[in-house]
């Protein structure tokens, strides 16, 4: 199982970006699959992510309704779709495979991906 992360940058706060995660050895379909952030001197928290049971998705309170998770089967590829970003949301963004999907999820997941640094900063 492989996870590769990409799309990080610097934005201004209010801007968007699209954050990919790019799956190898395993289908997307086979494991709950999502996004997790830490922000400097923080411990790692959940973002968002997609159940492998019946495809419902979950998001951290404080993402919810500015972050979109989706998935496209045919690339294999996990996507974050983040609007209206603001300086607390500056953070390495991990995917991740395999874990728990649901309220209050934790970063206790099996397989990880390298990080994307994205920074919100006028």
């Known amino acids: 199982v492989q996870l590769q992360a990409s799309g990080g940058g610097l934005v201004q706060p209010g801007g968007s970006l699209r954050l990919s995660c790019a799956a190898s050895?395993?289908?997307?379909?086979?494991?709950?699959i999502g996004w997790f952030r830490q922000a400097p001197g923080k411990e790692r928290e959940g973002a968002s992510c997609?159940?492998?049971?019946?495809?419902?998705?979950y998001y951290a309170d404080s993402v919810k309704g500015r972050f979109t998770i989706s998935r496209d089967n045919a690339k294999n590829t996990l996507y974050l779709q983040m609007n209206n970003l603001k300086p607390e949301d500056t953070a390495v963004y991990y995917c991740?495979?395999?874990?728990?999907?649901?309220?209050?999820?934790?970063?206790?997941?099996?397989?990880w991906g390298q990080g994307t640094q994205v920074t919100v900063s006028s």
């Open positions: 991740a495979a395999e874990g728990y999907c649901g309220l209050g999820f934790l970063p206790a997941w099996d397989y």
């Open positions: 997609i159940d492998s049971s019946d495809g419902s998705s």
């Open positions: 050895g395993f289908t997307l379909d086979d494991y709950a």
